[in-house]
């Protein structure tokens, strides 16, 4: 997963021509980094579709809020620089493979 930050958040989730699906997680969630491995799998499956990126939320404060990230995890797919869907808080990884299928 390609780890996004204050800098490289515009060029390489909202000018991406394409699926770019953004893992939010802090290194204090403990249900971020349970999900961490089985986001390396979903990029194994569908990485030749979606972009997989993911932002340290607690070094990315201010981008964080301006992408309306309230709760962690959350999980957000954006498409042409617009974010299109997310799923937040009490996230399975059945809900992530959800979303990345109704937005392929």
């Not at 569908?46 to 607690?58: A, H, I, M, N, Q």
């Not at 964080?64 to 309230?70: D, H, Y």
């Not at 999980?75 to 617009?82: L, P, Q, R």
């Amino acid at each position: 997963m390609l780890i996004v930050d204050k800098d490289n958040f515009d060029a390489e989730v909202l000018s991406h021509n394409g699926p770019v699906l953004v893992d939010f997680w802090g290194p204090k969630c403990e249900p971020c980094k349970e999900l961490m491995p089985q986001m390396e799998e979903l990029e194994k499956v569908y990485g030749d579709r979606v972009k997989f990126c993911k932002l340290d939320t607690s070094a990315n404060r201010r981008l964080a809020i301006s992408q309306k990230v309230l709760g962690l995890p959350t999980i957000a797919i954006y498409k042409n620089g617009s974010k299109v869907d997310e799923v937040t808080q009490n996230v399975t990884i059945e809900m992530v493979e959800d979303m990345i299928k109704r937005n392929l």
